[in-house]
């Protein structure tokens, strides 16, 4: 896999994330003290799938666009 496949990858991951659950049951949960929560996810009722764990994930914007 070449570095532009890569990057291309990269680059549609969240697209591609969000992409799967269109349609479903969404929701954010948060865990802990409620106004200072230890951790926020976004969660798809439907699968049981944590989406996005703000514990593990940055996001940047994308400067190619």
Same mark, same amino acid.
């Given at each position: 896999?070449?570095?532009?496949?890569?990057?291309?990858?990269?680059?549609?991951?969240?697209?591609?994330?969000?992409?799967?659950?269109?349609?479903?049951?969404?929701?954010?949960? &948060?865990?802990?003290?409620? =106004?200072?929560? @230890?951790? !926020? &996810?976004?969660?798809?009722? =439907?699968?049981? @799938?944590? !989406?996005?764990?703000?514990?593990?994930?940055?996001?940047?914007?994308?400067?190619?666009?």
């Amino acid at each position: 896999m070449g570095t532009n496949e890569r990057r291309n990858r990269c680059d549609t991951l969240l697209w591609d994330k969000l992409k799967k659950h269109r349609g479903h049951h969404i929701s954010i949960a &948060s865990y802990g003290d409620w =106004d200072d929560p @230890e951790n !926020i &996810s976004l969660k798809c009722e =439907d699968c049981n @799938e944590v !989406i996005l764990d703000a514990e593990l994930y940055t996001i940047c914007g994308r400067e190619d666009v």
